[in-house]
C-alpha cells in the first residue's frame, strides 16, 4: 500500500502503435509523472521490438498484442487486415493485462488512451477504470472528422467550398485526402472518423494542441466534450526547461544520426540551411523524389535530407554524386535540427508532430503535404498561423523542381520570408508560454490531475 501512498492515481497510457502517436502520449505522461501520477506505458510487443532509446526510468512499461508480434503492420497482408486483428486481438490481451494488474500493489485508476483505438475505452471501463481519450491530431483536424461521423459533412464531396465551426472557408481540396479523395486507404478512414464511436462515454477528452493556436474549434468542441488541450506535447528543455534532462521524447523506431547532422550544421553559416523530411511513414514517389532533388539543387541553398535507406533508390544517380551542398541521412533527432542556428526553413510533409514542433521553436515551414491531416495542417500553417507557405504542385500533383527553388529562394532571400520568421517568433513564446507554470494548457493537466486524483479517492 505504501506505493499507492506515493502517487495520487495510476493511469495506464496506450498510443496507436507509431513514432507519431507515441511521441506526444510518452511526453503528456512525463508531465504527469512530474505531478506524481505513477505511469505504464502500454505498447504492442511488435513496436517495443523496433524501438531503439528506450530512455524512460519514471515510466514502467507493459505489452500487448497487435496479433503481429513479429512484424506490426509490416507483417499484415493490409492495412484492413491490420486494424480487425489489432482491435480483437488488443481488446483481448488488454483485457488479460488489466486482469493481471488487478492483483498488484497500485492497480490502475484510468486509461489515457489513443483516439484512434476507442476500443480501449470499453475494455476499460469492463473493470471499472477512468478513461480519456487522447487526440493526436490537431481538434482542426478532428473537427472536421467528427461533422463525417455525424453525417454534417456528406461523402463523396459535392461542393468546392466548406464552412465549418471554428475554422477558416475551407477549399474542399483543403480537407483531409480520405475526404477529397474518399475511397483512397478505407482501413484509415474507418480508424479517423470512428473516434467518436464511444467519445460521449469517456471521462476527459485530451488533445495535444494549445488553446490559441485552435481558439475557435476548441470554443465549440468544448460545448460538446470535456476537452483539455494539454500542448504542445514537446520535451521540456525545448519550451519551459521545469523538467530536468528531458532533452528528448524517449523512443526512436530507427537509429538517428544526430552527431553527423550536428557536426555538419556546425560548419554551416546562421540560417542558411533548409532542413527536409517527411517523417516516419511518409512515401514521395519516384517522380517527386527526382523533382525535389533537383529543386533543392536548383534552390542553392544547404540542405540536410532525411531519406529512409527505403526509399534512398527514389534518388537519382547523378544527383548524389554531385550534391554537395547538401547531407542525406537515414534518420536524425529532429529537435536538434530545428533548434540549431545554421537552419534557415523545415520544408515538411506537415505530419501534425512536425507542424507543432515548427511552430513550438520558432521554425518557418515549406509545407509540402502528401495525405491524410497534413493537407489541412498546410492550410493552417500558410493562411491561418501564417508560419510558412505552401509548395504547389500541379496538375499531376508533382510539385516541380521550380517551385521548390523558387519556395526556397522566397523563405531565405525575400521580405516576405522575414515577415513568415517575425510570425514564427511570436508563436514560439506562446508555446512555451502555455506550458510553462500558469500557462492555459499546464493548468488543464494540473486540473485532469486533480480531478483524476479526487475520483480515484471517491472509488477507494
Known amino acids: 500500500m505504501e506505493e499507492r501512498k506515493n502517487h495520487v492515481a495510476h493511469c495506464l497510457v496506450l498510443p496507436y502503435p507509431a513514432q507519431g502517436h507515441i511521441n506526444p502520449m510518452l511526453q503528456f505522461s512525463k508531465r504527469l509523472v512530474q505531478r506524481r501520477v505513477k505511469v505504464t506505458l502500454v ?47 488488443g481488446s483481448k490481451t488488454f483485457g488479460e493485462l488489466l486482469q493481471k494488474l488487478a492483483g498488484s500493489s497500485h492497480p490502475p485508476d484510468c486509461v489515457i488512451y489513443d483516439a484512434f483505438m476507442p476500443w480501449v475505452l470499453d475494455v476499460a471501463q469492463e473493470f471499472g477504470l477512468l478513461g480519456a481519450t487522447f487526440f493526436t491530431q490537431t481538434c482542426s483536424t478532428n473537427n472536421i472528422y467528427f461533422h463525417v461521423y455525424k453525417k454534417w459533412l456528406e461523402l463523396p464531396l459535392t461542393q468546392t467550398e466548406y464552412i465549418l465551426p471554428g475554422l477558416p472557408k475551407l477549399a474542399a481540396e483543403d480537407l483531409p485526402s480520405f475526404l477529397n479523395k474518399y475511397g483512397s486507404y478505407p482501413g484509415y478512414f474507418y480508424v479517423v472518423v470512428n473516434q467518436f464511436a464511444n467519445i460521449d462515454k469517456a471521462d476527459w477528452v485530451l488533445a495535444n494542441t494549445f488553446y490559441e493556436l485552435e481558439q475557435g474549434v476548441v470554443d465549440w468542441l468544448v460545448k ?27 523512443v526512436n523506431m530507427y537509429n538517428p544520426n544526430s552527431e553527423a547532422c550536428i557536426k555538419w550544421l556546425d560548419d554551416k553559416p546562421k540560417g542558411s540551411v533548409v532542413y527536409v523530411s517527411f517523417g516516419s511513414i511518409g512515401e514521395l514517389s519516384v517522380e517527386q ?12 541553398s544547404y540542405f540536410i535530407w532525411v531519406i529512409r535507406d527505403s526509399e534512398k533508390g527514389k534518388l537519382p544517380k547523378e544527383f548524389v554524386e554531385t550534391s554537395g551542398k547538401g547531407l542525406i541521412v537515414s534518420w536524425c533527432f529532429q529537435l536538434e535540427v530545428l533548434t540549431h542556428e545554421a537552419l534557415g526553413c523545415f520544408l515538411s510533409h506537415c505530419g501534425w508532430n512536425s507542424s507543432l514542433e515548427a511552430l513550438s521553436l520558432g521554425v518557418p515551414v515549406i509545407a509540402l503535404p502528401l ?90
Open 289 to 300: 523524389t527526382v523533382e525535389l532533388a533537383w529543386g533543392l539543387r536548383d534552390g542553392g
Open 371 to 460: 495525405w491524410t491531416d497534413q493537407i489541412t495542417n498546410a492550410k493552417l500553417i500558410k493562411d491561418v498561423w501564417k508560419i510558412g507557405i505552401k509548395a504547389v504542385a500541379d496538375e499531376k500533383e508533382i510539385v516541380r523542381r521550380e517551385t521548390i527553388a523558387h519556395c526556397i529562394k522566397e523563405m531565405l532571400e525575400t521580405e516576405k520570408g522575414n515577415e513568415i520568421k517575425e510570425n514564427c517568433i511570436k508563436w514560439k513564446s506562446l508555446a512555451r508560454n502555455y506550458v510553462d507554470e500558469g500557462g492555459n494548457s499546464d493548468k488543464n493537466t494540473a486540473e485532469f490531475v486533480a480531478e483524476l486524483a479526487h475520483r480515484c479517492a471517491a472509488l477507494s
Open 43 to 89: 505498447t504492442v510487443v511488435s513496436n517495443w521490438k523496433k524501438m531503439s532509446n528506450k530512455n524512460f526510468t519514471s515510466i514502467e512499461v507493459e505489452s500487448i498484442s497487435d496479433g503481429y508480434d513479429d512484424g506490426g503492420l509490416a507483417a499484415a497482408e493490409s492495412l484492413e487486415a491490420y486494424i480487425e486483428t489489432f482491435w480483437r486481438v
Open 224 to 250: 460538446m466534450w470535456p476537452l483539455k488541450p494539454v500542448g504542445p506535447c514537446l520535451p521540456s528543455m525545448y519550451l519551459d526547461k521545469r523538467l530536468q534532462d528531458d532533452k528528448d521524447y524517449g
